[in-house]
């Protein structure tokens, strides 16, 4: 049986309407598509989308995996209520300046767990109060944002995201940190973080005053910064960080990097620096401060001796 199915919307609506067609003339024998296949589907691509209205509610009530190849001009999230047992959405090349306030009984829309977002535009319509995907975020588990060269950092939709596990951040161009101290703090389940490939950010953590207070990252337990050519440090400012599950640290390709933290810092699970994500080659010097020091004085020398 078929559980994956790409196509686009003006194909999917001919589908459907063949099979409307059929009811309508009483032909009892099954169009293979519109009746067996759609409602049996676990994953749905979309290479276009246009007006899906016509749908019936209940057409797609399997669906576990939604992606859109697509911007479109069209609403999304009334046709992404129709499915129910949905857990994961991939957003690629979508405009989010389309999103509209959302009406109705926000609770209808479904779980979801894992949403993707590649080179979508205007991503700040995200964090608007009354938009629809705000109410999706405080369900989200994981986060994957890639290419999306205007997204700036998380700042303003954070506290939806109390459940968030794992953020994953890669080739954002304007990025120049990736959260604030606040931020931060209000991610409580957050066990992993992967940022690559961002070349303008300076610093994960930026400032927003107070500097001098405590910031507890209870349950990360993997940090990954790889190729941030202008990365300086985790966090430049006075801030005191405590990471008490923090037991993994990817450094890798990141040559200005000079210290992690000017506050204090507490890890007591952390035993090396993984210099590598795919070999085995590792660092360690007493602290955690000290071995970036170390390393960064290393690769300056070098520098300057060639």
Same mark, same amino acid.
């Given at each position: 049986?078929?559980?994956?199915?790409?196509? $686009?919307?003006?194909?999917?609506?001919?589908?459907?309407?063949?099979?409307?067609?059929?009811?309508?003339?009483?032909?009892?024998?099954?169009?293979?598509?519109?009746?067996?296949?759609?409602?049996?589907?676990?994953? @749905?691509?979309?290479?276009?989308?246009? $007006?899906?209205?016509?749908?019936?509610?209940?057409?797609?009530?399997?669906?576990?995996?939604?992606?859109?190849?697509?911007?479109?001009?069209?609403?999304?999230?009334?046709?992404?209520?129709?499915?129910?047992? @949905?857990?994961?959405?991939? =957003?690629?090349?979508?405009?989010?300046?389309?999103?509209?306030?959302?009406?109705?009984?926000?609770?209808?829309?479904?779980?979801?767990?894992?949403?993707? @977002?590649?080179?979508?535009?205007?991503?700040?319509?995200?964090?608007?109060? $009354?938009?629809?995907?705000?109410?999706?975020?405080?369900?989200?588990? %994981?986060? #994957?944002? *890639?290419?999306?060269?205007?997204?700036?950092?998380?700042?303003?939709?954070?506290?939806?995201? !109390?459940?968030?596990?794992?953020?994953?951040?890669?080739?954002?161009?304007?990025?120049?940190?990736?959260? #604030?101290?606040?931020?931060? /703090?209000? @991610?409580? *389940?957050?066990?992993? &973080?992967?940022?690559?490939?961002? %070349?303008?950010?300076?610093?994960?953590?930026?400032?927003?005053?107070?500097?001098?207070? #405590?910031?507890?990252?209870? /349950?990360?337990?993997?940090?990954? +910064?790889?190729?941030?050519?202008?990365?300086?440090?985790?966090?430049?400012?006075?801030?005191?960080?405590?990471?008490?599950?923090?037991?993994?640290?990817?450094?890798?390709?990141?040559?200005?990097?000079?210290?992690?933290?000017?506050?204090?810092?507490?890890?007591? *699970? +952390? !035993?090396?620096?993984?210099?590598?994500?795919?070999?085995?080659?590792?660092?360690? %010097?007493?602290?955690?401060?000290?071995?970036?020091?170390?390393?960064?004085?290393?690769?300056?020398?070098?520098? &300057? =001796?060639?």
């Amino acid at each position: 049986m078929l559980k994956k199915l790409k196509t $686009d919307s003006s194909a999917l609506r001919k589908i459907v309407a063949s099979e409307h067609l059929r009811l309508i003339q009483g032909n009892e024998q099954p169009v293979l598509l519109g009746e067996e296949v759609i409602p049996k589907l676990e994953e @749905l691509e979309l290479r276009t989308f246009g $007006d899906m209205d016509q749908f019936p509610p209940d057409l797609f009530q399997h669906i576990k995996v939604f992606a859109l190849r697509a911007g479109s001009r069209f609403s999304l999230f009334p046709f992404v209520r129709r499915f129910y047992n @949905l857990e994961r959405l991939e =957003l690629s090349y979508f405009d989010f300046k389309h999103l509209v306030p959302c009406k109705g009984d926000a609770g209808t829309l479904p779980p979801i767990r894992n949403l993707k @977002l590649v080179s979508a535009r205007n991503l700040k319509h995200i964090w608007r109060k $009354d938009s629809e995907l705000d109410h999706i975020l405080s369900n989200l588990q %994981t986060l #994957t944002v *890639q290419n999306c060269d205007d997204w700036i950092n998380i700042r303003a939709f954070s506290s939806s995201l !109390q459940n968030l596990t794992i953020l994953n951040v890669s080739r954002c161009e304007m990025m120049t940190n990736l959260v #604030t101290p606040s931020v931060l /703090k209000n @991610l409580v *389940q957050l066990t992993t &973080i992967k940022v690559e490939d961002c %070349t303008k950010m300076t610093e994960i953590v930026g400032n927003e005053g107070d500097c001098h207070q #405590t910031i507890v990252v209870s /349950k990360l337990k993997c940090l990954q +910064l790889c190729n941030l050519n202008s990365l300086t440090s985790f966090c430049p400012w006075y801030y005191n960080f405590e990471f008490p599950c923090l037991e993994e640290l990817v450094v890798e390709h990141c040559p200005r990097l000079k210290i992690f933290s000017d506050g204090v810092l507490s890890t007591p *699970q +952390l !035993q090396r620096i993984k210099q590598s994500r795919f070999r085995g080659k590792w660092r360690w %010097t007493s602290d955690l401060n000290t071995t970036i020091q170390q390393l960064y004085t290393k690769k300056f020398l070098f520098m &300057i =001796l060639i």
